[in-house]
């Protein structure tokens, strides 16, 4: 089975670990993966630091699926050291506020080199992955440069508002303001990457990880072509609610989400991507246990809609998480 | 008083250190100090490695001066740690056979930005020492990108010769096969940095310190208008010999010796720079103690001589040669 997953960093990077433990004991005769997949990052929280071109979530999924993730802190190389980050600070090189790590930042340096040779971001992600064979064949959403910045009130700005890009917001405001709007910066002009949207058209299952709706699985459908890709191909679409019990699992996407109207319950989520049936993008959608009631509802739009546990606490769980996913799209082949 | 060195790495730097341990308590009597040291530093050695901008020489100088050198090795940053490199590694990325530490990579990266912003590498380097305060003017011997090659004998080559970068040279190959020749690529059209003649003009020493005659000196003088500076000041010109009994006391600058032509000696490294009576630009030379013999053939060059110990076992060693050094300086004055 060939599936196709939209994602964003870490929550999005642990389903899809999960994804692979799931299939993982079913391979063919001899012994090669019965399954394909393509998994389809977001690009647009990537950010220039120091010179140096970070794509967070791309490095994400790498890690995580590479096995080279800490684990503890979901982002960043596991035995990580401090070493360069403690000199920036004492160069006073700005911003202090983004931790880039020792082993880390030598992802950083060998992107940003071959980005400098001419490599388009698609080809310079494929090299770094044939060190981190993370099982899936990992595509940036584009080769554009697409980075979102949030607007945020600012009474001591004439306009009372003022822009940011999203890892300052993120990171250093941990979206502690209100998100008055969500800008994706070059969006409008941007194209898929090679190989995006025949990912998403030749594909018999089109997963949405309980990523960030907003400004991860969000980012991806805003890409020209991407969201009509999905709403057309003939693989069913599954998503995973990332909102549980009206928050967030991880992360704080509520923030966004209120700066698109979009209220913080998976319900709403699943409203806010809409049924395919009715123009929008969604065949079934997963919530979480504590979530029943939201069943009714979904359905009411014309999505098949399943409360199962979307808790991951593990691997295992991830795993199990995903099968439900992949029974759910066998229920609406059906 | 007001002393300006012209300096390469290690020996250099180490040098330097002892000269300003010498002068630490001369100060006067409002607590300043009395003099003014200006390091003009080789930047023949430079490389561009992963994208950065690395300068051996000038971080030598200003992480030893700064308390921040690795002294056993002599190069790189104390407390050191190699993630980067490590990964980097793992990437494939090439070269392998530089070492970059994690805390010397933050260096490179503040340095490779603010070039990369239009500032000169004078300008660079001055924002560097504002953080480690070296107790000297760190002047670059020119904001203009000149890079040492050596050519060797290559019998796979149509010519029978090869150029490699100068730290190919040094650090892959250890300098093991004879350089026919010292190339200082850029160096013709190249032109002093702000304040490097004036540091020499308006000064009462200049000093050469046990530095490589031909890859550090050597290029710096090489840099239009610097030699003749130096050859023109009315201040003394005193020299240390890199040359203790027929071997350089660290480094290899015998190999690059043979390549223009002079023999490895205390004596023939003073004739190479010559007297500045006859054209050159050398009032006095110290010799080591265990090259007395050298001493009379110096002094027929017409440049003063004497012999005192020249090894740099220690910082107070180093600051009694530098001490041996301004007292020559001195007598020539006399």
Redesign the interface.
């Known amino acids: 089975m060939r599936i196709t997953a939209l994602s964003g960093g870490i929550g999005g990077a642990r389903f899809i670990r999960g994804l692979l433990r799931h299939l993982a004991p079913r391979r063919n005769e001899s012994g090669v993966a019965a399954h394909e997949v393509s998994v389809i990052g977001n690009t647009a929280d990537d950010i220039s630091l120091?010179?140096?071109r970070v794509c967070p979530d791309l490095d994400t999924l790498m890690y995580t699926l590479g096995a080279g993730i800490d684990d503890a802190r979901g982002w960043g190389?596991s035995?990580?050291?401090w070493?360069?980050?403690?000199?920036?600070a004492?160069?006073?090189?700005e911003p202090g506020w983004f931790g880039l790590?020792?082993?880390d930042?030598?992802?950083h340096?060998?992107r940003?080199?071959l980005l400098?040779a001419g490599h388009p971001l698609s080809s310079v992600t494929a090299r770094?992955c044939a060190?981190w064979r993370p099982g899936v064949r990992l595509l940036p959403m584009s080769d554009d440069r697409i980075e979102t910045h949030i607007v945020i009130a600012d009474p001591e700005e004439p306009t009372g508002r003022r822009t940011v890009h999203f890892q300052e917001y993120w990171v250093r405001m941990q979206a502690a303001v209100p998100a008055l709007e969500v800008i994706p910066v070059g969006i409008a002009t941007s194209v898929p990457a090679p190989g995006v949207l025949d990912a998403i058209a030749d594909t018999d299952l089109v997963l949405l990880p309980p990523s960030n709706p907003v400004v991860s699985i969000g980012t991806i459908l805003g890409v020209p072509g991407i969201r009509d890709a999905v709403a057309r191909t003939r693989a069913p679409v599954v998503g995973l609610s990332p909102i549980v019990r009206g928050a967030p699992v991880r992360g704080m996407a509520d923030a966004v989400l209120a700066a698109i109207g979009v209220d913080s319950s998976a319900a709403a989520v699943a409203a806010h991507y809409g049924s395919r049936s009715a123009g929008g993008i969604l065949d079934g959608w997963l919530v979480d246990e504590a979530d029943t009631a939201a069943v009714q509802v979904v359905e009411g739009l014309g999505i098949a809609c399943r409360a199962v546990p979307l808790l991951m606490h593990d691997v295992a769980t991830t795993a199990a998480m995903a099968g439900e996913a992949l029974a759910m799209a066998g229920r609406i082949r059906a």
Request: hydrophobic residues 40%.
């Open positions: 120091f010179g140096l190389r035995d990580e050291g070493r360069a980050k403690e000199e920036l004492a160069y006073g090189a790590g020792d082993r930042l030598a992802t340096i060998v940003t080199q400098a770094l060190r």
